[in-house]
């Protein structure tokens, strides 16, 4: 996703066209003493958005193996609408790589300005019920 919306405007952020997988608002409880929300809660629900996803195409139960790129750009708010918009970017025989891009809406005057927060890739792995490895069902 670029920061480049449709008009070319540089620096313009435009939420994805599809639905996010997970959408909170930042509260008092999920901030630090400065009024910003803590990174670990903003992982903490990355790492679920990205399991709806992987849960997905598992069918069924997958659990955390790997995070393999986290990048924070710009910090969350107390009363931010936060979505989390998951995308599946690879398969295994067992692994699905989730990547997930995190979006803040700020209430301004005249309404809610987008900004793009953090991205993150995360892989989950298929487990039966006693929590084994398991391969993909085929699609």
């Known amino acids: 996703m670029s920061d480049i919306d449709k008009s070319g405007e540089a620096g313009a952020v435009r939420l994805p066209d599809e639905q ?6 930042a509260r008092p409880a999920d901030a630090n003493i400065y009024g910003g929300v803590f990174g670990g809660w903003i992982m903490a629900e990355v790492d679920i958005a990205g ?5 997905r195409r ?6 955390t193996v790997a995070v393999t ?9 107390v009363g931010d609408v936060v979505s989390f918009y998951s995308r599946i970017i690879r398969c295994g025989e ?3 790589t989730v990547d ?10 005249g309404g809610y300005r987008p900004a793009r927060v953090t991205e993150a890739q995360l ?4 487990v039966d019920e ?5 391969r993909l069902p085929p699609e």
Do not use: C, D, N
């Open 20 to 25: 996010p997988a997970l959408r909170v608002m």
């Open 51 to 55: 399991g709806i996803a992987a849960q």
């Open 58 to 63: 598992a069918k069924g139960r997958v659990t």
């Open 69 to 77: 790129s986290f990048a924070f750009k710009v910090p969350v708010s």
């Open 94 to 96: 067992s692994s699905v």
């Open 100 to 109: 997930v891009e995190v979006f803040a809406e700020r209430m301004e005057e």
């Open 123 to 126: 892989v989950y792995v298929a």
């Open 130 to 134: 006693t929590g084994r490895k398991r």
